[in-house]
């Protein structure tokens, strides 16, 4: 079958560095998605990889490995603001996208 | 309004009432989705359509209903619900089907079925 496994909840200090990993097995492979979903709203996106690597966009970083079936999202600087979750979704050979269930991420002061 | 609204934001409803939830989206896209969303389980997909045409339709039950009249209006019609059935509706959009595009999210619809 086709899962997608991310912790529940990760815990880091404001202004430090964390780091949410995502492991995917799906029939074929056609990039993988994530998605940050503050309490109560909409998810919004934040990166795309299908290539091999780190893709980094301000703040946050997204890194892929498709031989390993392996991504995290990288995030620092970390602010208050950032404690939401942080969804994980592969895209399959059908182009459908196989979400996770989340990774809640809390940030303490 | 910009982005992809949703109406209700909140409902609670009897097993025995027929509701409807709204989505429309003003980003000209061509898929609109429907999602159910509960907690600590992923994102369930349940309907997508691609220009009016349901393309995809996830084993769901026929208490779930939707339409889309048009590319920038879904509805899903709710019947005979079970408790199971509470959970966040979320509507989303994307420019294509291909997958490969970002989806749009609508706030959602947080539905209780008492």
């Known amino acids: 079958g086709q899962n997608i496994d991310q912790p529940t909840e990760m815990t880091a200090t404001e202004g430090a560095i964390v780091q949410i990993n995502c492991t995917y097995q799906t029939s074929g492979f056609n990039g993988l998605f994530w998605y940050q979903q503050h309490a109560g709203e909409a998810p919004t996106f934040l990166s795309y990889?299908?290539l091999d690597g780190l893709e980094e966009k301000g703040r946050f970083s997204s890194f892929l490995s498709r031989s390993k079936g392996y991504s995290y999202l990288l995030l620092k600087e970390l602010q208050m603001k950032d404690s939401a979750s942080y969804l994980c979704a592969a895209l399959d050979s059908n182009y459908q996208l196989i979400w996770g269930a989340g990774t809640k991420l809390i940030i303490k002061p | 309004e910009t982005g992809v609204t949703q109406t209700p934001r909140h409902l609670v409803m009897g097993m025995t009432n027929k509701k409807s939830l709204k989505c429309e989206q003003h980003?000209?896209?061509?898929?609109m989705y429907w999602y159910k969303q509960s907690a600590k389980k992923p994102l369930e997909l349940m309907f997508v359509y691609s220009l009016e045409e349901r393309v995809e339709n996830n084993s769901v039950p026929s208490r779930f209903s939707p339409e889309c009249p048009n590319s920038s209006h879904l509805f899903l019609h709710l019947h005979t619900l079970q408790p199971e059935d509470s959970a966040l509706y979320l509507c989303?959009?994307?420019?294509?089907?291909?997958?490969?595009?970002?989806?749009?999210f609508g706030p959602g619809t947080r539905l209780t079925v008492t």
């Open positions: 989303a959009s994307s420019q294509d089907v291909t997958g490969v595009d970002e989806q749009y």
């Open positions: 990889n299908v």
């Open positions: 980003l000209g896209h061509n898929a």
